[in-house]
């Protein structure tokens, strides 16, 4: 059963930092790319950034270019999202999503809170 699971989610103050982890589990790591989206209360779910496993490279939403990073663990099967200068803009639920050729796979989501 392939599985994603989020965690290091929670509260911090503005200027502050997380690092969200997406552990996954019965895929073939190299075979997907993966990626982070958020949604807000109210709001749309956004795509944060995603990381393609066949060359590794990133790319992420204008609202965190520069302050978040993706990276992976391939030892591990985990994807990261580091989160740094963090904004009250930026609490929401943060998703990790993995996505193949006819296939996408979604966790259950880690709260995200950012206080001002």
């Known amino acids: 059963e392939r599985q994603l699971v989020e965690s290091g989610g929670g509260l911090a103050q503005a200027g502050g930092s997380l690092r969200l982890s997406c552990a996954a589990s019965?895929?073939?790591?190299?075979?997907?790319?993966f990626g982070w989206f958020r949604q807000a209360p109210g709001k749309e779910r956004e795509a944060v950034g995603c990381l393609s496993r066949s060359d590794g490279s990133t790319s992420y939403g204008d609202s965190v270019k520069g302050r978040f990073t993706i990276s992976s663990d391939d030892a591990k099967n985990t994807v990261y999202l580091q989160m740094n200068s963090l904004k009250p803009e930026d609490t929401a639920v943060y998703y990790c999503?993995?996505?193949?050729?006819?296939?996408?796979?979604w966790g259950q989501g880690t709260q995200v809170t950012v206080s001002s």
């Open positions: 019965g895929f073939d790591f190299d075979d997907y790319a």
């Open positions: 999503n993995a996505e193949t050729v006819g296939n996408d796979y």
